[in-house]
């Protein structure tokens, strides 16, 4: 155990150097076929296109005003527990000659097609997953009327969502099982009777029976990037363990015995002066709590964004709380989260 607090505490030495340092310088129809696994049975071509980046197909004459408003307001929103405003998708609109000509373009991982027009016989919408390439959806919605077309964003942009994200899930967990960290992947089996998939970037600074962190370090424009990503089990006692209350309460006693900081007196802890975010998901098929907010560390200065999911394992009996914190100060930081939650959403129970 001392040699673990040791080498955590090394860690965010190096993690305030790097702060004092960036101080001084910065066709199927809707619901048919909607596929959520990383394996790519078609062997299609990989899709195209940056983390969360979105191709709207859309006649220029068509998308302003209220109906770019709307769609802004669906796929351009600000992430949640994040504290710096990021969008939940980068759009690039594309005028629809100039994507149906192009093999590479029809590749993209998430396009999203709006035929708007009068001479339309129907108001529908239809899906298309990995019709091109993997992992890839296409979405078109048809309406001959603005009343009908603005009911069927409203209706379906939380579904377009979803498989634009769980593309992305897919993605990070295909490029990842090819560079697997096989000895991460056993010792999570052996102990805590889960696997995830994490590549080879990924290191084991703490590894104990009911702890473990996993952490990549790396730079981007010569600024540092830091994910990690916690795992701890205990005794699952009742359904009252998944209040935010307990959750949070249990997220910071974990912090404050596993991850203190570098100065005496320091701690990771959750920010208790931001917004926390609660939703139940599906970790395939298992069904988990996720809860985002920002983690701080007190008496010092240092933060970031964390993602937090827990699920009762019924098979082994035991609370599950699996914690994903990114530290990347004055940098964005919405790609690096999406990689943490990908890994988790490889979630396998033995």
């Not at 979105?54 to 949640?80: H, N, T, W």
């Not at 970037?201 to 540092?224: G, M, S, T």
Request: hydrophobic fraction near 35%; glycine fraction near 6%.
């Amino acid at each position: 155990m001392k040699k673990s607090f040791c080498g955590i505490t090394l860690f965010f030495i190096v993690l305030s150097l790097v702060v004092l340092q960036g101080c001084s310088k910065k066709d199927k129809k809707e619901g048919e076929g909607n596929k959520s696994k990383s394996e790519n049975p078609k062997n299609l071509p990989s899709s195209g296109g940056k983390t969360l980046e979105m191709i709207l197909v859309i006649p220029d004459q068509v998308y302003r005003g209220e109906l770019k408003d709307s769609v802004g307001v669906y796929f351009m929103k600000a992430c949640e527990g994040i504290p710096q405003p990021e969008p939940l998708f980068d759009v690039v609109q594309m005028q629809p000659n100039n994507f149906f000509k192009s093999e590479m373009l029809q590749k993209h991982r998430n396009v999203f097609i709006i035929d708007y027009k009068t001479s339309n016989k129907e108001n529908t919408i239809f899906q298309k997953i990995d019709y091109k390439s993997f992992p890839q959806a296409y979405f078109q919605i048809i309406a001959n009327n603005r009343d009908s077309l603005y009911s069927l964003l409203s209706k379906y942009s939380p579904t377009i969502i979803h498989q634009f994200y769980t593309n992305e899930h897919r993605r990070v967990a295909s490029a990842f099982k090819n560079y697997e960290n096989i000895e991460i992947t056993k010792k999570l089996k052996t102990t805590f009777k889960l696997s995830l998939t994490f590549s080879k970037e990924y290191l084991i600074p703490v590894f104990e029976d009911d702890f473990a962190w996993f952490r990549k370090d790396f730079k981007v424009n010569n600024e540092q990037k830091t994910l990690n990503i916690t795992i701890h089990k205990t005794p699952f006692l009742g359904n009252g363990m998944f209040s935010e209350e307990k959750i949070i309460e249990l997220r910071n006693k974990i912090a404050k015995e596993k991850i203190p900081g570098p100065t005496r007196g320091s701690y990771m802890g959750t920010e208790d002066r931001f917004p926390y975010y609660r939703k139940t998901v599906s970790l395939n098929g298992q069904p988990a709590v996720e809860t985002r907010g920002l983690w701080r560390l007190y008496n010092d200065f240092m933060g970031g964004p964390f993602v937090n999911y827990c699920f009762h394992d019924k098979k082994n009996n035991q609370f599950i709380m699996i914690d994903c914190f990114l530290y990347a100060p004055n940098q964005t930081k919405r790609d690096e989260l999406m990689q943490l939650e990908s890994i988790v959403y490889t979630l396998n129970l033995y």
